[in-house]
């Protein structure tokens, strides 16, 4: 049985598309990771009860069309076009509490601060490191039957579907930030420390397109509930889901009560 955090769904006939989502055990592995300081650590500690509310996820970066994703109202799914981003990627599979992921959040923070760092040394400015997301699905002959039990808000799942999981866990890079600036802050990071994920550390662009988003509120437990809602959007709006279940991590549980963390729940979508 998985620890709490299950929370996404995919339609059935997209292929190696599934469910999966970091449990509130995996989550111990990635938020050590997130520091506070100007421009390093994007989390802003909004909080409104209030239905509706928009609620600042991160600072400005001071791009209107990234800073736009991050303005999600409360309880409301929010449609919107992601705009092709960079991105630090690692992929991985298997248990996300596990030692894999572990490993894959630890060098993508150790790269990106890296770089940060790297750059304000040489310039005296450097764009903010950005929140950890993640990309979430199943593959496997248990694909379906994980899709399906999620897909009802069934928030527990066999601890033999973990195997099944696939994630894709990334920080995006805000420019003037490059593949060869990644190059080079991955071979400091190695000369450092021995992380085997490192040498898997991909620098990538894409343009997620039309998607729907919604924020959730509340502990990771409680995000069936979230992404019951965002499907239920998705097909009032005519549209179907495609791609990969995605979640933007804004809350840091070590610091925030269970009742106010705050995860980003992004389903791109197509015409139905």
Request: no cysteine; aromatic share 6%; glycine share 10%.
């Amino acid at each position: 049985m998985p620890e709490p955090g299950v929370g996404m769904v995919t339609p059935a006939r997209q292929e190696g598309h599934g469910r999966a989502s970091s449990a509130a055990r995996a989550s111990t592995l990635l938020r050590p990771f997130v520091r506070g300081g100007e421009g390093v650590g994007t989390f802003v500690p909004t909080w409104s009860p209030a239905e509706g509310q928009i609620l600042e996820g991160m600072k400005s970066t001071g791009d209107p069309l990234v800073d736009a994703l991050f303005k999600v109202r409360k309880g409301k799914v929010e449609f919107v076009d992601v705009p092709e981003l960079a991105f630090l990627v690692i992929d991985g599979g298997g248990d996300p509490a596990g030692e894999a992921f572990g490993d894959a959040i630890r060098a993508l923070y150790s790269v990106s601060y890296g770089v940060h760092f790297a750059l304000k040394k040489a310039t005296g400015n450097a764009p903010r490191v950005m929140a950890l997301e993640a990309l979430w699905w199943a593959e496997g002959p248990n694909a379906q039957a994980i899709m399906e039990s999620l897909a009802g808000g069934e928030p527990d799942m066999k601890d033999s579907d973990r195997d099944a999981w696939r994630w894709r866990a990334m920080i995006m890079q805000l420019p003037p930030i490059d593949a060869a600036m990644i190059e080079q802050a991955a071979i400091e990071a190695e000369a450092k420390k021995d992380n085997p994920s490192l040498s898997a550390l991909r620098f990538k662009r894409w343009a997620e397109g039309p998607s729907a988003q919604i924020m959730h509120i509340g502990p990771y437990s409680a995000e069936p509930a979230s992404i019951v809602a965002l499907h239920k959007a998705i097909a009032e709006h005519g549209s179907q889901p495609r791609g990969r279940h995605h979640e933007v991590y804004l809350g840091d549980p070590r610091t925030s009560a269970p009742e106010k963390l705050r995860t980003i729940l992004r389903q791109p979508i197509e015409p139905a």
